[in-house]
Each structure stands twice: as structure tokens, then as C-alpha cells.
């Protein structure tokens, strides 16, 4: 197997699990947020788009818009990072390199789901909610973004000890 086909299989296990935790954060979301449960702020940093197919959710638009961000940029820049990472600190490195990319990710995802919100409502324009989306997908990702870390790095030591044995 090729540097290059390794490295994009870490990058898309990385964008996978974060797409992943991107459906399943907002599906929790969407079951806790009605019942207040008195941690709901927990859930609402948790939860960077509700669910669409719940009372409150948001348009299926930006769910979809999040979710292709979340799972194309991690594959963008896990990749190249996968293919040079050496193998005696692997596994630090690419924790910290798909967490960062995971974080870029929801800050991306953030943006661009606030900003398809504000322009379906007259009157508001993007870039005065551009802030907002920015720190809810970074909030999201520092909360979440360990888990594609975690998952992308085990991943990544695999494929680094199944290419030093072959």
C-alpha cells in the first residue's frame, strides 16, 4: 500500500468519525435540550446543529452543510499530516493533527450553518452572526473533536506498525 493511500484511509477515518459524532451529538441534543435537565448548557455547547427531523430543529440544509464540512475537511488535512508523521512519535502527533483539523472543521461547520440561517431570514446579514457560528463549532470541536482524534490516531499506529511488518 502507497504512503498516500494510507494516509487519505487516516483522513477519512478521521472525517467519518467526526461526521459521526457530528449526527450523533446532534441527535443527543435534540433528545436532552426539550427536557431541560439542568446540564442543558453542557448539551447546547455539545451540539453545534439540532437534529433536522426534531420539534426545534434546524433547516436539513445545515446539517448537511455541517456534516460535508466535518467529513471533507478532516480528509483534507489529516492526510498530508498521516503521510509525513515519522514513526517514533506517531501517535502524538496525530492526535494533536486530527483534533486541529477536526477543530478548523467545526469552526468551518459553524460558520457556514449560521450563515445559510441568516440568509433565509431578511434583515440579517452573515457576517453579524459570523462570530457566533465561529466559537460554537470551535466549542463543539474541543469538546467532541477528541473522539475522531482518538479514532484517526489508533488508525494511524496501525497502519504504521501493518506497513513496518510488510
Same mark, same amino acid.
Given at each position: 500500500?502507497? %504512503? ?7 483522513? =477519512? ?6 461526521? !459521526?459524532?457530528?449526527?450523533?451529538? $446532534? =441527535? ?11 446540564? $442543558? +448548557? !453542557?448539551?447546547?455547547?455539545?451540539? @453545534? ?7 426545534? #430543529?434546524?433547516?436539513?440544509?445545515? *446539517? @448537511?452543510?455541517? @456534516?460535508?464540512?466535518? !467529513?471533507?475537511?478532516?480528509? &483534507? ?7 509525513? &508523521?515519522?514513526?517514533? %512519535?506517531? #501517535? ?7 483534533? +486541529?483539523?477536526?477543530?478548523? /472543521? #467545526? /469552526?468551518?461547520?459553524?460558520?457556514? /450553518?449560521?450563515? &445559510?440561517? /441568516? ?7 452573515? *457576517? ?10 470551535? #466549542?463543539?470541536? =474541543? =469538546? ?5 482524534? !482518538? ?6 499506529? +496501525?497502519?504504521? %506498525? ?5
Amino acid at each position: 500500500m502507497s %504512503r498516500w493511500a494510507g494516509a487519505v484511509g487516516v483522513g =477519512l477515518t478521521a472525517g467519518l468519525a467526526g461526521a !459521526l459524532c457530528l449526527a450523533a451529538s $446532534s =441527535l443527543l441534543g435534540s433528545l436532552l435540550q426539550p427536557n431541560n435537565l439542568g446540564w $442543558s +448548557g !453542557l448539551v447546547r455547547m455539545a451540539t @453545534l446543529v439540532i437534529w433536522p427531523w426534531s420539534d426545534n #430543529g434546524h433547516p436539513l440544509t445545515n *446539517f @448537511l452543510v455541517a @456534516l460535508a464540512i466535518v !467529513l471533507l475537511v478532516p480528509v &483534507i488535512l489529516v492526510s498530508p499530516a498521516a503521510r509525513e &508523521i515519522a514513526p517514533g %512519535r506517531a #501517535g502524538y502527533t496525530m492526535m494533536w493533527a486530527a483534533w +486541529g483539523a477536526v477543530l478548523v /472543521a #467545526g /469552526a468551518l461547520a459553524g460558520a457556514a /450553518a449560521v450563515i &445559510i440561517s /441568516a440568509a433565509g431570514s431578511p434583515g440579517s446579514s452573515g *457576517f453579524d452572526v459570523l462570530p457566533s457560528g465561529l466559537q460554537a463549532g470551535a #466549542g463543539w470541536a =474541543l =469538546l467532541v473533536g477528541w473522539i475522531p482524534a !482518538l479514532i484517526a490516531s489508533g488508525v494511524h499506529a +496501525g497502519r504504521l %506498525r501493518q506497513s513496518a511488518a510488510g
